[in-house]
Nanobody
Framework: QLQLVESGGGLVQPGGSLRLSCGAS????????FGWFRQAPGKAREWVAC???????YYADSVKGRFSTSRDDATSTVYLQINSLKPEDTAVYYC?????????????????WGQGTVVAVSS
């Protein structure tokens, strides 16, 4: 059973940056793909980024150029760097993982989910 724990959220002013972390516990994590999702108040959850086992990264059009995801398999940690934050980035951000790690990860039906970390962007 894979467990995921997100951290790094907080309150930040518009234009600021945050780095979210997702710590994973389990075995053979280098075979997994990891995705990042967010859910804003009153809205549906949306996919924003992912990284597969290659590693290859994918981004939603709405965040390209501002979001960057990476992975450190040695420490079983996945990161989401968020730059030039906007109020519309306010959401709960979730990390997810799937063992079909070589796939094009936007299309995955992720099996494992973290509890989320809150990002609030406000002046």
């Amino acid at each position: 059973q894979l467990q995921l724990v997100e951290s790094g959220g907080g309150l930040v002013q518009p234009g600021g940056s945050l780095r979210l972390s997702c710590g994973a516990s389990g075995s053979d994590l280098d075979y997994y793909a990891f995705g990042w999702f967010r859910q804003a108040p009153g809205k549906a959850r949306e996919w924003v980024a992912c990284i597969n086992s290659a590693p290859r990264t994918y981004y939603a059009d709405s965040v390209k150029g501002r979001f960057s995801t990476s992975r450190d398999d040695a420490t079983s940690t996945v990161y989401l760097q968020i730059n030039s934050l906007k109020p519309e980035d306010t959401a709960v951000y979730y990390c997810a993982a799937d063992p079909y790690g070589s796939a094009a990860c936007p299309a995955l039906d992720y099996q494992y989910w973290g509890q989320g970390t809150v990002v609030a962007v406000s002046s």
